[in-house]
């Protein structure tokens, strides 16, 4: 069965510094890939998808994504982080049975 | 164009008592997934509904039942409320099928069993 694993339930950065959250999927190649950011009290947002066009996905906000077969990967990455990055960031696959799995989320603190 | 609505925000419920959640998807969108979050558990799949026909179930009891209406609309229903019930429960809607295109978040229904 398809499976979502984020490393790290919480991540702390400085304002400005690199941002990379951990995602690793279960081995088959799952059909889309995704990266959602949830603010507090709100819904998910969409922040970029994969969809085997491209192994690098720009997604909004400034974030980018790197699809890594070999290290069955989609790590998350921002140049520099802004204070209103600070928010909770799911890894999620779709299966083969066409289900959405999310990982386990990831809580970015952005420190001044 | 208006998002995805979700009433009520906020419930209480009991224990043994059912619950019937509503989502308004966007504007011309025929699906509607339904998923429940908990600290424990994440985010999980409920259920998908496409063209008020239910494609995709998450491994979850029967007490939890869905269905969507002719104008796309959604409603899910949770019958004989457990503890465990207590989640956000979030819907997100999508032109087609999830699978194939974006899913739009509302802000989900908190509900509470006591």
């Known amino acids: 069965a398809q499976s979502v694993t984020q490393l790290g339930s919480h991540v702390s950065v400085s304002e400005g510094a690199l941002v990379l959250l951990r995602c690793n999927y279960s081995?088959?190649?799952?059909?889309?890939l995704f990266w959602y950011v949830q603010y507090p009290n709100q819904g998910l947002q969409l922040l970029l998808k994969?969809?085997?066009?491209?192994?690098l996905v720009k997604g909004i906000n400034g974030f980018e994504a790197e699809f890594k077969k070999s290290e069955t990967s989609f790590h998350l990455t921002k140049p520099s982080a802004h204070m209103s990055d600070a928010a909770e960031y799911f890894c999620?696959?779709?299966?083969?049975?066409?289900?959405?799995?999310f990982g386990a989320g990831t809580r970015l603190f952005v420190k001044a | 164009k208006a998002g995805v609505t979700q009433t009520p925000r906020y419930l209480i419920k009991t224990r043994g008592q059912q619950v019937t959640l509503s989502c308004s998807p966007i504007?011309?969108?025929?699906?509607v997934s339904w998923y429940q979050q908990t600290p424990g558990q994440g985010l999980q799949f409920l259920f998908e509904?496409?063209?008020?026909?239910?494609?995709n179930k998450g491994n979850f009891p029967g007490r939890f039942s869905g269905r969507q209406f002719s104008n796309s609309r959604s409603e899910m229903n949770v019958s004989t409320l457990e503890l465990g019930d207590s989640a956000l429960y979030l819907c997100?809607?999508?032109?087609?099928?999830?699978?194939?295109?974006?899913?739009?978040f509302g802000p989900g229904t908190r509900l509470t069993v006591t």
């Open positions: 994969y969809t085997s066009a491209a192994t």
């Open positions: 504007s011309g969108h025929r699906s």
């Open positions: 509904y496409f063209s008020e026909t239910q494609r």
């Open positions: 999620a696959v779709t299966t083969g049975g066409f289900k959405t799995i």
């Open positions: 081995s088959s190649v799952p059909p889309y």
């Open positions: 997100a809607s999508s032109k087609g099928l999830a699978i194939e295109y974006e899913q739009y």
